[in-house]
């Protein structure tokens, strides 16, 4: 049985709901998303259902977590067909506050994590990530869940959110959750369906990149030559435009210069194909 998934856009009606759940003892989950769904974020959803008797994905494309110059405008949006795959991957509530609702007048305290939130994206997107751990505050919040999830796809929010939640004592656990890919090794994202052919084949080379960092890593290579190594492989294809590659420790985010057994270290990067800012890493325990 298909049971009917309910669409809420009050922060009022998303308490209510979550008080009622609460009283009935049920166990809370929130799923994050910006929308424009694919597997990756149906992944997070089977992930909560395993643990959780009311799940609640919020759909919002945060204007606080896009600079100036980013796509905050032409981010993808359907929500027609979000509450399709929604439904369908077993979302009890569906959240789709609008941009009023989230910020009626213009937010006055923001929650800014340090050091976790400067390297890779935090570098490249000034701001990015006190609007990420700003709208996470407030959603968690609005949803008080028992557990919320977010994908490794994004490893540094998950970072950031770790420590955010641990800081300031906030009642959630917080679970990761693996990428989740495309048969041909791709990261999915909703951004993907901006690539042109070309560009998409040639993006391949961001997944296999990392397959060979993950050798490289078994092999305790020098972290500065595994780095060479991936943006030499990167810088082969034309319609690639680098942004970063960087090794680092994880979930510190914190420069390694040598690999020693047992270190748990990401391999992250960033990287533009025409318009389309693609990221990818692979986290592996030396
Ligand atoms: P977004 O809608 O892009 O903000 O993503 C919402 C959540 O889904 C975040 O926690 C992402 O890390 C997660 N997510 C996005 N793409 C993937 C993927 N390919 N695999 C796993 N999780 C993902």
Redesign the pocket.
């Known amino acids: 049985m298909i049971q009917t998934l309910q669409q809420v856009s009050t922060i009022a009606e998303m308490r209510a709901i979550v008080a009622e759940a609460k009283r009935q003892g049920k166990k809370v989950g929130i799923?994050?998303?910006?929308?424009?769904?694919?597997?990756?974020?149906l992944?997070?959803v089977a992930e909560a259902k395993k643990t959780c008797d009311l799940v609640v994905m919020s759909?919002f494309v945060n204007p606080l977590q896009f600079g100036p110059n980013e796509d905050f405008e032409r981010y993808p949006r359907d929500l027609e067909r979000d509450r399709q795959l929604a439904q369908e991957g077993g979302v009890d509530v569906l959240f789709t506050p609008s941009v009023s609702e989230m910020y009626p007048q213009p937010i006055m305290t923001t929650v800014s994590v340090a050091n976790v939130s400067a390297p890779l994206c935090g570098k490249s997107r000034p701001g990015h990530f006190d609007g990420v751990s700003t709208v996470v505050m407030k959603l968690l919040q609005i949803v008080q869940p028992d557990f919320a999830?977010?994908?490794?796809?994004?490893?540094q929010?998950?970072a950031v959110v770790t420590q955010m939640v641990q800081d300031l004592s906030v009642p959630v656990e917080i679970i990761p959750?693996?990428?989740?890919?495309e048969a041909d090794g791709l990261?999915?994202?909703?951004?993907n369906v901006y690539l042109s052919a070309e560009e998409r084949e040639q993006a391949l080379v961001l997944s296999r990149s990392l397959q060979q960092a993950q050798t490289w890593i078994r092999e305790k290579a020098l972290p500065a030559r595994i780095r060479d190594g991936v943006i030499a492989m990167i810088s082969e294809m034309p319609l690639a435009s680098i942004d970063y590659v960087e090794i680092l420790h994880y979930p510190q985010l914190t420069p390694v210069d040598e690999l020693e057994s047992g270190q748990t270290v990401i391999v992250a990067l960033a990287v533009r194909f025409g318009h389309t800012r693609l990221i990818d890493n692979v986290i592996v325990t030396v």
Do not use: E
């Not at 959750?177 to 890919?181: Q, S």
């Not at 990261?187 to 951004?191: D, H, I, V, W």
């Open positions: 799923v994050p998303t910006m929308g424009y769904l694919h597997q990756g974020h992944s997070l759909i999830y977010f994908g490794q796809k994004d490893a929010q998950v959750c693996p990428i989740v890919r990261a999915m994202s909703s951004r």
